[in-house]
């Protein structure tokens, strides 16, 4: 793709919205539509046959993600670009929703489950790799901040898919993935990136030795992220169970008002995210570094240490909106770092999907880390000192990340 193309409102509209769409594809029916389908198939054992479907999801969608990006990695070799095996993608996204729209049973779910799962990533996984293919790296910063800003801004349509649809009806999860593939289509459709091979070739002639993947940079990355997206997952997954123990042994009265105070929480937090994350990988692009990532970490890291010892609401306020800000500063200037360290690899589709394993990992590690922890004691007893823990290795990536040589 050309210089301009890669600079053209279009392009950045067009596959900013394509990521909206990637994520409105999952984050309602994971948070939502399938715990409300459990609830109806599954009432006597909700909780078990959730953590049993997402925990097999997350399975298929790790090594989906990764075989799809090594498949994109053969595909741009033959192709001008990856559009097809997105296209591919999105067309068994939409099958899939039709399975997921009509299961009655614990197997009927799974199964639909799992090939949501395996399309979906393998619609992600080239998608996410565009990023590396069609921008230069003064605007990664800023297109890793409008990609991130997807995930808040998606999880605002539960609410709207709420209201429309109080109770589990197929119209619910076919109204969702028309949603969703509406926002993808566009991009397919009008495809103002260009030709990837060229691009390829001109990253290549740029690149010096010291550009060049460094698979200790990766690693270093890699562990980087995995921490980060720890903290976050047992944050997401439990702050529902620390915000009602904050409230019943603090000074703050009406614990059974945790739900709404949440409720009330989640729609300016989003807010601050979309808005965090688009700031943050400008600020990286305009300073032409990625150092920021550092600080962003450092800011996670407070946030989940505020949260650990929150004894008051208002703590618990501070410490959330910390932690949110932090969170997304970091994911959007990681997105950009990430993909220079990858630019000009042939095997970058996979080197993505491999880095997407720090996504899926912690849907195992956090539930199973919590598990063990709360057979000697109550989940509210052991839940600061886990957010603590998490803080600590968050700490400990601040430091690594400063090792980070390829990219500044």
Not at 143 to 158: K, Y
Request: hydrophobic fraction near 60%.
């Amino acid at each position: 793709m050309s210089s301009e193309n890669g600079n053209s409102r279009a392009a950045m509209a067009l596959y900013g919205l394509a990521y909206l769409g990637a994520h409105l594809a999952f984050i309602p029916l994971l948070v939502l539509l399938i715990p409300r389908r459990v609830e109806s198939i599954a009432p006597d054992d909700v909780t078990g046959t959730l953590s049993w479907l997402l925990l097999l999801g997350a399975v298929v969608a790790g090594i989906a993600h990764i075989l799809a990006g090594a498949l994109s990695d053969r595909w741009i070799l033959r192709n001008a670009n990856r559009r097809g095996l997105i296209v591919i993608g999105v067309v068994a996204l939409g099958l899939s929703y039709v399975l997921l729209a009509f299961a009655q049973d614990f197997v009927e779910l799974l199964l639909a489950l799992m090939v949501f799962q395996a399309a979906l990533n393998c619609a992600l996984s080239p998608l996410g790799v565009l990023l590396t293919d069609h921008f230069p790296d003064c605007l990664k910063g800023k297109m890793g901040g409008i990609m991130n800003a997807a995930l808040p801004a998606s999880s605002l349509s539960i609410v709207l898919i709420g209201w429309v649809f109080p109770v589990d009806v197929p119209a619910a999860v076919l109204v969702t993935g028309l949603l969703a593939i509406a926002c993808i289509a566009p991009l397919l459709v009008f495809w103002p990136l260009g030709d990837a091979r060229k691009n390829g070739e001109r990253t290549k002639k740029l690149a010096t030795g010291s550009a060049l993947l460094s698979l200790r940079d990766f690693q270093i990355a890699w562990f980087a992220r995995l921490a980060i997206q720890l903290g976050a997952a047992f944050v997401l997954g439990y702050i529902y169970v620390l915000l009602a123990h904050v409230m019943a042994s603090g000074t703050d009265e009406h614990s059974s008002e945790a739900s709404s105070i949440l409720a009330t929480l989640s729609a300016p937090a989003s807010l601050i995210a979309i808005v965090a994350t688009i700031l943050a990988g400008s600020c990286s692009d305009k300073s032409g570094r990625r150092l920021p990532l550092a600080l962003s970490a450092a800011t996670f890291a407070v946030g989940l240490a505020l949260l650990s010892g929150a004894a008051s609401l208002a703590t618990f306020v501070i410490g959330y909106a910390v932690f949110y800000v932090g969170l997304a500063a970091f994911l959007s200037i990681d997105t950009a770092l990430v993909a220079q360290l990858v630019s000009g690899n042939p095997r970058r589709g996979m080197l993505l999907g491999v880095m997407n394993l720090t996504n899926t990992l912690p849907a195992f590690i956090a539930p199973a880390l919590t598990l063990l922890a709360i057979q000697t004691a109550t989940i509210e007893n052991v839940l600061a000192k886990l957010f603590l823990a998490c803080a600590g290795l968050a700490a400990i990536s601040v430091v690594a990340i400063l090792f980070i040589r390829t990219v500044r």
